[in-house]
């Protein structure tokens, strides 16, 4: 996501924040800006592009005068990448600025509010709204102002402040999102990542959630939002700067697997309103959706696979026809597309070419096109006529995790919204979904936890020649990821078969040894899949079964099992699809393959 860096010292503050966010341009950003107490005033710096641009812009900093500021690089997600968007966002006066890493999820309901009090924005942000609302609260006290801020604030967010008329302080706050703070001698850092500051200091505190740092030249304090004061520890980091870049973990690919619970919290959390799916972005009314009589899905690679999941959810629970096609074919097969179809595409980057192509022609057919996106600004975005952003932050590794799983997300809600209005869902059974839904965070945190397991099973198929994967319905678009993310970053040749197909063909090819995935988490299909489990294992198969708990058949006659929590069966992909990514990733880790960037493989493919 977004990089935040802040300085208070003896140094002119400008060219240690440059300094500080050059080195999370790894980040990815599109954006930068800061703001610095220039002794009698807040002076704001932003530009949109690369971060020489602000750099040439301020001198190096130069231009900039003052020891005491807060800068920030930006990936969008409320409003397009430009200058005024940029941060730091300040009051009208200019006297309070911010920063802000996160998602403010009651931004609308905020704005509406200080608009109706005769405040005027100028950003399509989230985070202008904390300044303005820093501003109505102010009663001369920051503590005091950003405490009443926060208990108005939903969301994860991880924030920088300076006020014009305490020049003297640094403020920092979080909630889900990073924030930490360097401490040198007689002078403070704060920011999103460690790697921001490790040139200047290795001593470092972690802030935890809904705590306040307040930076002096002089000294450091902490207090909770109750003001009470907290005595937090120094910790040394050892990390070198290619550690740190990729927090503490070995490869992108580890740590944005690791996000996945808060991208998929994001994606989710600001969508629920009032035990209510609430989609903003798809400004079509509830009598328009319920009308829609069939949708078209197209995507690419592992964005194709989030479709054919979401074909059997949106068909079973919203009972509407799903077609769904790999964009490369979409756009060369001629599809019956009607006026008024809804077409979903569905992107990471917003840039595949193939994507983009499908999105024209399906628009030129007069359908209507709701892109899901990860990018803000990118092409699919700007040409859809509805967007549902994914906020899943920048992905760095070229295979995809915590984009898929925020795809997934974003499906999830639209499935339930579109049942809603067509009447297939209500009441108990909503309510009881909707809680399976929320829980989805913690039980993939939980499934993240258990990778010494899935290490340890990756480690005896090191060797494997080829890997098969096979499930049914749900089960076998599950299988499709995970095979994809095997063969991709490990080499090692896999397919995905949906089970039942297995005696037409496929199983002349299992031998002494083979593993074989078997992934069965939807009760109906259990005795099927036991069936082709014992198949298999005939013929001398290994098998990992991911599975749900209890399943005591499938748990014995297969050689490893990995038990998922409970859900509702249409959630599953979620929860399966994460010790499927672990299990490819430590198979690629133990043959020594670069998993972030494996052979042939661009991360955005932007030609045919
Ligand atoms: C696989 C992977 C690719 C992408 C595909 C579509 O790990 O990352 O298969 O899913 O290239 O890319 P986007 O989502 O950017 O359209």
């Given amino acids: 996501m977004c990089g935040i860096v802040g300085y208070i010292g003896k140094k002119q503050a400008a060219p240690v924040i440059l300094d500080g966010l050059e080195r999370l341009e790894y980040r990815g950003y599109d954006s930068a800006g800061m703001a ?17 641009v602000l750099y040439n812009h301020t001198r190096g900093g130069e231009a900039l005068p003052g020891f005491v500021g807060i800068g920030h690089t930006r990936w969008a997600t409320h409003g397009m990448p430009n200058d005024v968007n940029a941060h730091p966002h300040v009051n009208k006066s200019g006297t309070i600025a911010v920063v802000q890493n996160g998602i403010i999820e009651n931004y609308l309901a905020l704005k509406k509010k200080l608009t109706d009090k005769g405040y005027e924005f100028v950003s399509d942000t989230d985070t202008e709204v904390l300044a303005h609302l820093l501003d109505y609260y102010y009663n001369g006290d920051p503590r005091k102002t950003i405490i009443k801020m926060i208990g108005h604030v939903e969301g994860s967010y991880a924030l920088g402040i300076v006020f014009a008329d305490h020049p003297d302080v640094l403020y920092g706050v979080r909630k889900e999102c990073p924030l930490i703070i360097g401490v040198g001698k007689d002078e403070y850092f704060m920011a999103s990542d460690v790697t921001a500051i490790l040139k200047y200091t290795r001593k470092v505190v972690y802030l935890n959630n809904l705590e306040i740092a307040e930076l002096r030249e002089g000294g450091m304090e ?85 479709g054919v999941t979401a074909k059997y959810i949106f068909e079973n629970l919203a009972r509407v026809p799903v077609e769904v096609d790999l964009a490369s074919e979409f ?147 599950i299988c499709l990821e995970g095979s994809l993310k095997l063969k991709e970053i490990s080499y090692i040749h896999s397919e995905a078969y949906a089970a039942g197909e297995l005696k037409h063909g496929t199983i002349s090819l299992i031998e002494e040894g083979t593993l074989v995935a078997a992934v069965s988490t939807q009760p109906s299909l259990y005795p099927k899949i036991l069936s082709n489990i014992k198949e298999v294992k005939a013929r001398g198969a290994v098998v990992l079964s991911i599975t749900t708990m209890g399943n005591i058949e499938i748990e014995k006659e297969s050689d490893y099992v990995i038990t998922l929590p409970e859900s509702n069966p249409l959630f599953f992909d979620s929860l399966a699809i994460i010790p499927l990514q672990m299990l490819a990733y430590y198979i690629a880790v133990g043959r020594g393959c670069d998993v972030d960037k494996p052979r042939n493989l661009a991360k955005s493919v932007t030609v045919e």
């Fill in 36 to 52: 610095v107490y220039d002794g009698s005033r807040l002076q704001i710096a932003k530009s949109t592009g690369r971060l020489n």
């Fill in 222 to 306: 902490f207090c909770t939002v109750d003001e009470d004061k907290i005595e937090k520890e120094t910790v040394t980091v050892d990390w070198d700067v290619s550690a740190a870049e990729k927090g503490g973990y070995e490869h992108y690919m580890l740590k944005e697997m690791m996000e996945q619970p808060k991208v998929v919290r994001d994606t989710l959390s600001p969508r629920i309103k009032k035990g209510e799916i609430v989609i903003e972005e798809l400004a079509m009314t509830d009598a328009e959706l319920a009308n829609v009589k069939k949708i078209f899905i197209a995507a690419c690679g592992s964005a194709y696979h989030t």
């Fill in 331 to 477: 756009r060369y097969r001629d599809p019956l597309l009607e006026k008024n179809d809804l077409v979903i595409v569905i992107s990471q980057s917003g840039e595949t070419a193939d994507t983009i192509a499908a999105l024209r022609m399906a628009k030129e057919a007069g359908c209507r096109i709701l892109a899901i996106v990860n990018v803000v600004g990118s092409t699919i975005a700007r040409e859809a006529d509805f967007v549902m952003y994914t906020w899943a932050g920048p992905e760095i590794a070229v295979a995809t995790t915590k984009a898929y799983s925020a795809q997934m997300a974003a499906l999830y809600l639209l499935a339930m919204k579109l049942a809603k209005v067509r009447h297939y869902l209500h009441g108990r059974k909503q309510q009881a979904m909707l809680n399976d839904l929320m829980k989805l965070p913690e039980q993939i945190e939980l499934l993240l936890n258990n990778r010494e397991e899935i290490q340890r099973i990756a480690s005896r198929f090191i060797a494997a020649k080829y890997v098969f994967f096979m499930g049914r319905g749900i089960d076998y678009a």
